[in-house]
């Protein structure tokens, strides 16, 4: 007789959400306890948008990023969306974005 037991272990983490910034189209958060030093000027964070362009509607979309921001280059990238690995992100800029530019001005002053 064989037994399998199936043991899957869940690791919470406690979300720290700052609001960034607010804007007609949505809300932008940061979780303070996801920041990651990765080098010089660099940083990894975990950030959710709230879209509440459709808010009169009773719809509110919530995403959820993986960044990871040059500090001194004022760059980004989006690592991962709703868990999913972005293996080709390339560096952008915000190009006058106010929710990324509050992010990426906020999460780089705590580094």
Known sequence: ????ININMVYASINNWIE?????????????????IKGKGMIEITTKYLNTVNKSLGLI??????MEINCLANKY???SVNGESNLRAKWEDPK????????????????
């Open 61 to 66: 979309e919530e995403n959820i990023y993986t």
């Open 77 to 79: 990238k989006d690592v």
């Open 1 to 4: 007789i064989l037994f399998f």
């Open 20 to 36: 960034v910034s607010k804007t007609t189209e949505g809300i932008q958060y940061w979780d303070r306890n996801s920041l990651i």
């Open 96 to 111: 006058g974005d106010k929710l990324i530019n509050d992010v990426i001005t906020e999460s780089c002053r705590n580094v």
